[in-house]
């Protein structure tokens, strides 16, 4: 497994009936497949961020659009960024994400993180629990999925999952690759090194340095080569053959992200936290952007989220063709 270039996709809102959104899907996975992407994303939430929108806003369920995008893709893999532990059983976790893999002839990553966004929790009726049993539920959950993924029969007993003889059949190979997401750098750069073969890195550009240093440390506390596992990051990128464009649809997001905001920061602050995350211009200007300010930290890869324009056809072609060359071996 390798993914060194992903396509997320975050946002449902640009289509005009729920009938058109899913061929929009389609569409996307399908151009990021031609582009060259190896991967590509949903998100496993049940509302939408407070970040890209309102909680009302379209939001398909992940694991349902996974596998319908198997079938309508051919190479590209599939995965979400990333499943809920909180919400997801993690035996049945694991018989989900090999289904897909079958499905999809050895496509599927899973993509797993701990959990955040407690509205939906409230709404669904899930138990959110405090930051400290979210990882303790993810690191007991990570114990039954990777040997049921492996082919084992784990039996478990914790505080917060039990298994007994725990089977996952049918798989066609016993390495589906598990990538966790996140930024923390105790409790979930530890996790992904035990257990991970993927960490998508979710933070400020800025952060970056910092991130690096301390995932190289909690390798070292395992005893893991920092280079066997493998690392991206997630980029709002918003990319247009005229820059002037693509500047002015930043604009616009950060405007809609600051009226929305909830919490009293300052507007500029707020515009300032999210362009750091942020690759905007032309096709040459998004590249060098990705480079100096990702790619020369010693991060492999990065996974784009395009939620301005990347559904406007011929745009995840001008990404692909931009920032493909750049993590190409």
């Not at 058109?20 to 151009?31: H, N």
């Not at 550009?205 to 991206?232: F, M």
Request: proline share 5%.
């Amino acid at each position: 497994m390798s993914i060194r270039l992903g396509y997320q996709m975050p946002n449902f809102s640009h289509a005009t009936s729920a009938r058109e959104l899913f061929p929009s899907v389609i569409a996307q996975a399908r151009a990021a497949e031609a582009a060259g992407f190896d991967a590509a994303f949903v998100m496993d939430h049940f509302y939408q961020l407070p970040v890209l929108g309102t909680p009302d806003e379209p939001m398909l369920e992940a694991y349902t659009a996974l596998g319908a995008l198997a079938t309508a893709t051919d190479r590209i893999q599939l995965s979400t960024l990333v499943t809920g532990n909180t919400y997801r059983n993690p035996a049945m976790l694991a018989k989900t994400v090999s289904t897909l893999d079958v499905v999809s002839g050895g496509r599927a990553v899973l993509g797993i993180g701990a959990g955040w966004f407690e509205l939906e929790h409230l709404g669904y009726g899930y138990e959110f629990g405090s930051f400290t049993e979210r990882f303790q539920r993810l690191e007991e959950a990570l114990q039954i999925i990777q040997p049921m993924l492996r082919g084992q029969r784990p039996t478990f007993d914790g505080r917060w999952y039990r298994t007994r003889e725990a089977l996952n059949e049918p798989r066609i190979r016993d390495d589906l690759p598990i990538m966790l997401g996140g930024g923390g750098e105790k409790k979930t750069f530890a996790l992904a090194a035990r257990f991970a073969d993927h960490l998508n890195i979710i933070c400020n550009a800025s952060e970056l340095p910092a991130k690096v240093d301390a995932l190289h440390r909690r390798c070292e506390e395992v005893g893991r080569d920092p280079r066997t596992l493998e690392t991206s990051f997630l980029a709002f990128v918003i990319v247009d053959e005229d820059g002037d464009r693509a500047r002015a649809l930043q604009d616009e997001l950060l405007r809609k992200q600051a009226a929305q905001d909830s919490s009293g920061l300052p507007v500029q602050s707020l515009r300032d936290g999210q362009a750091d995350r942020q690759f905007v211009g032309t096709p040459d200007d998004v590249a060098e952007q990705i480079q100096r300010r990702v790619l020369d930290h010693g991060i492999d890869g990065v996974i784009v989220n395009m939620v301005a324009n990347g559904h406007e056809p011929g745009i995840l072609d001008l990404a692909g063709k931009a920032l493909r060359p750049l993590v190409t071996a």
